[in-house]
């Protein structure tokens, strides 16, 4: 059986508080009271949760990857190495 990662809704529902206060928290915005804020940190940690990266970048439309370029910038590599997708 496998035993899925605790997600930000978990860590909301065990704090009793919602996912955006939870993502304030994680964001480390200052308009979270500091009572709410230690506890949905000892959630995080009671739980072992840790952001989904891909996710975020997901969410923030962009990502720590950098793109290949070839080195003489001749973008026809591409297109002489990957032949089309036959659509039928």
Known sequence: ???RKPTIKDVAIVA????????????????VAEATRERILKTISDLDYSPNEAARYLVRQR???TPYVPHNGDATYY????PPVDSQ
């Open 1 to 3: 059986m496998k035993i």
């Open 16 to 31: 009793g508080v919602s996912t955006q206060t939870v993502s304030r928290v994680l964001n480390n915005r200052e308009d």
């Open 63 to 65: 990502s720590k990857r």
């Open 79 to 82: 297109a002489s190495n990957n």
